[in-house]
């Protein structure tokens, strides 16, 4: 299959690259010419484990190649696949389409009949009729199909999530759309990962469920965490205890300082919105909205409270971890935004390290002294905080550690230590629903 990717974004570089890997042929194109430059150079412009060498393989044996010109390569795709960006729309939260509509607007006149156009990104139900009807009306006469295949990929684990998942979600209206996708995926079903067919519509509203819902599961057992600092329960032990039951499952029920990223956020506000314009509204997500946000802060506060509360003006803190969550460099709604916001506030100096997230991190967080390890974040503070779960953090030296600090502080708000063993170092430990 011939392949046009549009977008070199997280989910379009790891979905072009994983399907040159299946041994179809992959073009991504992106307008950014910064980007595709560097692509061509062999320089990844986001940190994936893994992607650099699968991207490298498949540019070398001739399957993968980037371009900035859509018209070289279009007229000969089999499958058109749309990842561009769907950010919340500034006022109102609605998912800002005019990127998906410009590349359809972009591409009609050049896709050769039979093209199956499909969108990766992910978008607010009723986009793909939308996507059509534009091409439509720019092309009366061509013969073509509009898909959704949304993509459940996490940042860290993009490439076996996407070579390995719990189902491939294909959304059609028509039949040659479905023996396409049916072929592209076809390295994947023969692993027995489903290949689950279905309306345009409902695999776009499947994408944002699914995302909703693992939101709703992060924010229940963050407010379970909450009532277990008031009764005195550990919430390992009631997570543990749920999630042994498989209609529970155990997965994503980690407390933490509140769930971030490109996604979780971005995607729960517009199936918020969706859900009014249909007048069927979603008052469960709306309550894991403004209790996740109501979290982050809450998070910060913690580390004040420890330090004795109200206005520490002359006190430093260290932060450990700043980007949403481990093995990525993104910093997007990342919790350690308002938890420094917060701290500073309170009149906090703040310390800080991250072992990726350092650039992206200094665009958005103004009076930081960043660090260039996490012993010399320690150096000199009132009190360490771990706000992201990077391996770097979980086997601390804490004799050196205890060291450093003004005083034995530790807040881990990612649950990485054993309360017994830091105390036993001398430290004041406090964890998330312990
Ligand atoms: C998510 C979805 O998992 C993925 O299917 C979708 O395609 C994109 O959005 P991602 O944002 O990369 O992926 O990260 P994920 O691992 O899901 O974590 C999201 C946030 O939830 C992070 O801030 C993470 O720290 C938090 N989280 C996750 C918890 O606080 N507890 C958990 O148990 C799991």
Redesign the pocket.
Known sequence: MRIVMIGTGYVGLVSGACFSDFGHTVTCVDKDEGKVKALLDGKIPIFEPGLDELVAKNVANGRLSFTLDIAEVLPDADAVFIAVGTPSRRGDGHADLSYVYGAAREMAPMLRDGAVVVTKSTVPVGTGDEVQRIIAEACPDLDFSVASNP???????AID?FKHPDRVVVGVNDDHAEQVLQEIYRPLTRNDSPLLIMSRRGAELTKYA??AF??T??SF??EIANLCEKVGADVRDVAKGIGLDSRIGN??????????????PK?TLALLKTGQDYEAPLRIVESVVASNDTRKRAMGRKVVNALGGGDQHGKTVAVLGLT??AN?DDMRD??AIAVIQTLQDAGIAVRAYDPEGMDQAKKVLDNVDYCTGPYETLEGADAAVIVT?WDAFRALDLTRAKSLLKQPLLVDLRNLYSRSDVERQGFTYIGVGR
């Open positions: 993509e459940f990929l996490r940042e860290g684990a999530d699914a995302n693992l939101a599961k992060i057992i963050n997965r994503f029920l980690q407390p933490g300082p509140g769930y971030g990223g490109s996604c979780f995607d949403f969550k990525t990342s919790p779960e």
